[in-house]
């Protein structure tokens, strides 16, 4: 079955470290998105792709960045990581196909920055 | 922009009692609207859109959502509540692009 995988599923972290984390999909989808759920903000857009190359910056981008080389993987980096960017990382993905336009989530990962 | 409100932070229903979240939205445009829902320590699980055609939308698990354009709404619905029906609850407007604007969600507790 086609799914949506991140890893790692927790990270710790110190501040001012790079990190990334990844997102692999097997939809097959061109449409790609990374999210950050925090408790009272609901879940806020950071970056997204809507294909190989194609990277687009989201609500809250400041602090992150994405790369595109395939259609599988978006993978998202956090150049320097800070205290603020403790939070549940979700990737998702979606293809634009009739009237299926729904997203579709990965298991998350959550990340703390000490 | 499109914008999406989800009133109540949390919504409390007996089991077997039918239950409602409310969703209030704001476009330019048709709406294309969704209900996510997540349990703990998991991603969002997609429930029901509606796109066009009948405004009552019939989805996952015996949810279902009442579309009425008058009143901006699009309330998630079902008959008879579970205790398993006890998660956060998440509206979606699907905003420029292929994009998704959400609600800050609603945790239902659903109680024995």
């Known amino acids: 079955d086609a799914e949506i995988t991140q890893s790692p599923r927790h990270k710790i972290t110190e501040t001012g470290r790079q990190v990334t984390l990844a997102c692999h999909q097997t939809?097959?989808?061109?449409?790609m998105f990374w999210y950050r759920q925090d408790l009272g903000h609901g879940l806020r857009l950071i970056h997204y792709s809507y294909g190989v190359q194609d990277t687009n910056k989201g609500e809250v981008s400041d602090g992150y960045s994405v790369s595109r080389s395939n259609t599988e993987d978006l993978p998202l980096t956090l150049e320097s990581a800070a205290s603020s960017q403790t939070s549940v990382y979700f990737c998702?993905?979606?293809?634009?196909?009739?009237?299926?336009?729904?997203?579709?989530f990965g298991p998350g990962t959550r990340l703390t920055v000490t | 922009a499109q914008s999406v409100a989800q009133p109540e932070d949390q919504v409390n229903v007996a089991e077997g009692n039918p239950l409602t979240v409310k969703c209030t939205y704001s476009v330019s445009g048709n709406p294309y609207l969704f209900w996510y829902v997540q349990y703990p320590n998991r991603g969002l699980q997609f429930l029901l859109k509606?796109?066009?055609?009948?405004?009552l939308v019939k989805g996952s698990y015996g949810f279902e959502a009442e579309f009425n354009k008058s009143q901006t709404s699009f309330h998630l619905k079902k008959p008879s509540a579970l205790v398993s029906d006890s998660a956060l609850y998440f509206c979606?407007?699907?905003?420029?692009?292929?994009?998704?604007?959400f609600g800050p969600g609603t945790r239902l507790s659903v109680l024995p």
């Open positions: 939809w097959n989808h061109n449409n």
């Open positions: 979606a407007v699907r905003d420029y692009g292929q994009n998704f604007v």
């Open positions: 509606y796109i066009t055609g009948d405004n």
């Open positions: 998702a993905s979606s293809e634009e196909v009739g009237v299926s336009y729904e997203q579709y």
